[in-house]
């Protein structure tokens, strides 16, 4: 095991400086689930038009139209115009999933006659994750909405409201479930069969594969963070580890004091500073 103190401290001291240390770090989260196929941070803007897969396996997304803005949830984000703007990721065996989950960060303050999607892949074949949409401004209209074969599950309210909502989308083999802010929503949609393979590519911010007329060229018309799909459908507590991930741990004011009382343990030399680096990394300031 890694030394956390300097050779030589007494054992006394160094216990307590560890209790003093460990109570600077939140309560830890549930642990972040595996199986991740695609992860776009959006932390920078993309570098000639491409922006990088975090997972490493070269599901690179490339930008049509959207702009990258600093403001995300987490970092920078993707903001889709209403018409016209996308990401493209070409098609690749990764991406033909029989079960998984589908999960993005997103903030819109539009509620309109035609569904605006978030990320799919042939959704009457395939998959989907967007928000609904109602030519009469029914119930349906501004909810999140996700689709397996053109099997559709629904969020329990609008969530088009200007601010971020996370929405994750799992599938089994047996069932569609949707999660909104980390919430198991109440509908759920019983169907038994495997995602159907396709050629085509994944988009994100517009439905491209098979739109229906009203749907033609139409963007997200909001901004878009932390986009993932996994291999599998999550847990409810694995869906609350993807939400956490990106919640800020303190406040800005929290923060700051807990630094302060870092690095006086750092500059006193009672503490390493590769300790120091690790226990400052884990705070996440409050937007």
């Known amino acids: 095991m890694k030394a956390l103190f300097p050779a030589g401290l007494n054992g006394r001291v160094a216990a307590v400086l560890l209790l003093a240390c460990a109570a600077v770090s939140s309560t830890p989260a549930a642990e972040f689930p595996q199986g991740l196929m695609l992860h776009f941070n959006f932390d920078e803007a993309a570098s000639a038009g491409v922006i990088p897969d ?25 903001e889709f115009a209403s018409t016209n703007s996308c990401l ?32 799919g892949k042939m959704p009457d074949r395939g998959y989907a994750l967007g928000i609904a949409g109602d030519s ?33 989308g799992a599938y089994d083999g047996e069932s569609l479930k949707l999660y909104v802010d980390g919430q198991l929503q109440k509908q759920v949609v019983l169907w038994r069969g495997e995602i159907a393979a396709g050629d085509s590519n994944l988009t994100i911010g517009m439905n491209e594969s ?3 007329p009203q749907e033609n060229g139409r963007s997200f018309d909001g901004a878009i963070d932390e986009l993932m799909i996994f291999d599998h459908a999550l847990s409810d507590a694995e869906v609350g580890a993807v939400v956490a991930f990106v919640k800020p741990k303190f406040t800005k004011d929290q923060t700051a004091r807990r630094r302060a009382e870092l690095k006086e343990l750092l500059d006193r030399g009672l503490i390493l500073q590769d300790f120091y680096d690790r226990k400052v990394k884990e705070y996440e300031v409050s937007p």
């Open 136 to 168: 009469t401004n029914g119930p349906s209209a501004g909810r999140v909405r996700f689709a397996v074969n053109d099997h559709v599950c629904l969020g329990d309210s609008n969530v088009t409201d200007g601010a971020w909502h996370h929405a994750a």
């Open 88 to 119: 493209h990721v070409t098609n690749a065996p990764s991406l033909n999933l029989k079960k998984a989950t589908f999960a993005a960060w997103f903030k819109t303050s539009k509620s309109e006659a035609g569904g605006r999607s978030i990320l």
């Open 54 to 78: 975090r997972t490493g396996r070269g599901n690179n997304g490339r930008v049509t139209g959207a702009a990258w803005t600093s403001a995300g949830k987490r970092g920078g984000a993707y």
């Open 210 to 212: 098979c739109p229906v």
